[in-house]
Every structure is written in structure tokens, then in C-alpha cells.
């Protein structure tokens, strides 16, 4: 761990002495959330969450095609309903990253980003994390490509969730509260997509790998097809389809539709639904990789065995004021459990009381057919940005 700390200080000192004085760029953001939240019809407990994070930005050339960007974060967790380890602290580098971009002839460009750096599949529910890696990215007038390669060993594993085998892992969690290393694997992905290709539709395919190097044989990959577009000026879908297999066994799908309905400049509404496999004869259960939460019960279950349709809402006032709120409800492919599930509602806001500080509440509860799903929260967050 020393290394990796070390080898960090060594190329943030390069990136800021091979940089003009004045270029130099800073800042951070402090992020409170307490939370009141009860399961299964029991009293609310608390939970909290506060965050403080500082960043800087460092361009290396005159135009800022090349740049180095990192963030530094400071996490304090308190949750009253866990039986012990009530308290977390968690501190991470959840950005490192170096970028060069270059304009090529003919409208073409090309972009090179390495370290540490968010990533997202298509969906956002495959991977949708924090990884180490390098990312190609390339394009014309009439299509993007990008291919990405990375590890996920050196990760902390407090603030980043990966999906092991459920049959079992030799991966253990370390004794270190403050900084736990992830599991290991070796995540790849190619993206294609041809915006505009017809009728102003915007075609998008991907393939993911995810290599296991815990020695525990548990090899996911997937395939993902996009469309999305408008249907009319103020209504537009997205639809995507997930073919998952593991170590080329098994088959199982994750596949939503959505649309959302721009009914004014500041009101807008979506509907939409959510297909994710359950075991059923040759179709094996849908499993990301990166932890997703599907449904807001006392479970917080994955993207796995079940079918959810949802409504929201969304309205702005100005730019101070931001409301939403939604519904969905949920049924169970599980063979044990298959069925009815239950039915959320969730409603919050954001009140932006100057550029930099913000508050915010929020309130949510599920309503499940079996009472141990049943869970209430409420929440107040504050975001202070210096």
C-alpha cells in the first residue's frame, strides 16, 4: 500500500511542477446526508454518510488538450442498524487521471485517458464504477469507438461494490478499515455506436468482459444493443438489451425500455420498465458486476430476478429549485418466490441556496408483499462547494 501511496505523490508532483504556475486549478466539496430509515415496520435509525473531497486540475498544454485531473476523498459512515462495525471511516484517491486529446483532419478525433477514472457499460447496471485502466476513444462525423482496459485490484473496497461469485470467493475483505483492497479482475470493453445513423436514431453496441484473477473461475461476459432517439419533438426513448453469459456456460438477459416526455421547459416525465432474467430451465439468473441497487426495500436486491415498471416526475423552478418524485412496483422471477413483489413511492428535492451550497430532502418507502421487505427513509443532505 505504501508503493501505491508513493507512486501517487511521485506523478502528482511531476504533473504540478511540469505545469505553468498560474494554470494551476483547485477545489473541493464538503456532503452531508443523514438519514432516518426502518426496516421491517421497526423504529427509524440513523445513518449517516458525510464526505469531503478536494480536487485540482493541472493542464500540461497551452490549448488544455492534455491535462491531469485527481480528487482525494475523505468518507465518515455511522449506520445504528448494523448489529457492529457501526462506524466506517474510508479514505481514497477516487480520481487520477491523465488525458491527452488531438484534433485530426477531417473532423476526426482521438483521445487517450489513463489511471483511475469512472466507467459505465451502457445501461449503468453492468459496470458502473471507479476503475484502473486506459481508455482509446475515437471519432468521426458518423460513428464513436472506444476501447477501455483496466484492473480493479488496487481499488478500495469501502466505497466500491464488485459482484463475486454467489456459489463463493477466495477474496476476503482486509483488517484495514480505512483502505480495503477490491477484488481482482480484469475488466475490458469495446463500444461502437453511429449517431444520427437514421432518422436522427443513435445505434450503440458493446461487449464487456470481466476476468477473474482470484483464481475462482468466475469469467462474465456481456453483450449490450442500444437505440435511442425522439419520436417527436418533445418525446424521446432509449431501449437496451444485455445478453450475459458466464464463462461461456450459462445465458441470461437484462433488457428496459423508457421514454420521457418533455411536456414543458421545466416539467418532464418518464415511464419505464426493466426485464433482469431469473433461473427458468435453459435462461440462468441476470448478475452484474458492479453492485446495483433495483428496488428501495430493506434487501436493496440486484438487477437479478425480477420485472420492475416505474413513473417519475421531474420539475424545475429556475435554476434554485429542482423536484422529483416516482413510483414503481415490482414483481419476483425467483423460483421459491415468484410473483408480486411490492410497490415503492420516492420524492425529494433540491434547493440551491447559493452556487455553492445546496440542500436537499428526501423521503421513499416500500411496501412489500412479504413484511421483512418493508422499509421507510427520510433524509436531509447539504452540499457545500469551495
Known amino acids: 500500500m505504501k508503493r501505491i501511496k508513493n507512486f501517487a505523490l511521485f506523478c502528482t508532483a511531476i504533473a504540478l511542477l511540469s505545469a505553468p504556475a498560474f ?26 454518510t458525510d464526505n469531503a473531497n478536494l480536487w485540482l486540475s493541472v493542464p500540461l498544454s497551452k490549448d488544455n488538450s492534455k491535462y491531469f485531473s485527481a480528487e482525494a476523498l475523505y468518507q465518515f459512515k455511522y449506520d445504528d442498524s448494523l448489529p457492529s462495525d457501526k462506524m466506517v471511516n474510508t479514505i481514497d484517491l477516487n480520481l487520477f487521471k491523465f488525458v491527452a486529446r488531438q484534433k485530426l483532419s477531417g473532423g476526426k478525433r482521438f483521445a487517450v485517458s489513463a489511471g483511475r477514472f469512472g466507467v459505465s457499460d451502457l445501461t449503468g447496471k453492468v459496470f458502473a464504477q471507479n476503475s484502473d485502466g486506459v481508455l482509446l476513444q475515437f471519432s468521426t462525423l458518423r460513428f464513436n469507438t472506444s476501447l477501455y482496459g483496466g484492473y480493479t485490484g488496487l481499488l478500495n473496497a469501502n466505497t466500491t461494490t464488485i459482484l463475486n461469485n454467489p456459489e463463493g470467493t477466495s477474496w476476503t475483505i482486509g483488517d484495514n ?25 443513435t445505434l450503440s453496441l458493446q461487449g464487456w468482459g470481466f476476468i477473474d484473477a482470484n483464481d475462482n473461475d468466475y469469467n462474465r461476459w456481456y453483450g449490450i444493443l442500444g437505440l435511442n432517439g425522439f419520436l417527436a419533438s418533445s418525446l424521446s426513448y432509449s431501449a437496451k438489451t444485455v445478453f450475459q453469459s458466464v464463462n461461456f456456460e450459462s445465458l441470461s438477459n437484462l433488457s428496459e425500455l423508457s421514454f420521457f416526455w418533455y411536456l414543458t421547459d421545466t416539467l418532464s416525465m418518464n415511464l419505464g420498465g426493466v426485464y433482469a432474467s431469473g433461473k427458468s430451465g435453459n435462461i440462468s439468473a441476470f448478475r452484474g458486476f458492479s453492485s446495483c441497487t433495483a428496488l428501495l426495500s430493506a434487501k436493496e436486491p440486484e438487477y437479478s430476478s425480477l420485472v420492475k415498471a416505474e413513473l417519475g416526475i421531474t420539475k ?25 413483489k411490492g410497490i415503492q413511492f420516492q420524492a425529494g428535492g433540491m434547493y440551491k441556496v447559493f452556487n455553492d451550497v445546496q440542500l436537499g430532502a428526501n423521503f421513499s418507502q416500500f411496501v412489500g408483499k412479504e413484511t421483512q421487505d418493508n422499509r421507510t427513509s427520510i433524509s436531509v443532505k447539504a452540499i457545500l462547494v469551495f
Open 23 to 48: 494554470s494551476f486549478d483547485w477545489g473541493g466539496k464538503i456532503y452531508s446526508d443523514t438519514s432516518f430509515i426502518g426496516k421491517n415496520n421497526e423504529a427509524l435509525k440513523l445513518k449517516e
Open 177 to 201: 478499515a480505512v483502505y480495503r483492497l477490491a477484488p481482482k479482475y480484469i475488466p475490458f470493453g469495446l463500444n461502437l455506436s453511429f449517431p444520427s445513423l437514421f432518422a436522427n436514431q
Open 316 to 340: 424545475t423552478f429556475g435554476q434554485a429549485v429542482y423536484l422529483n418524485g416516482g413510483t414503481a412496483v415490482a414483481f419476483s422471477l425467483e423460483e421459491e418466490n415468484e410473483g408480486y
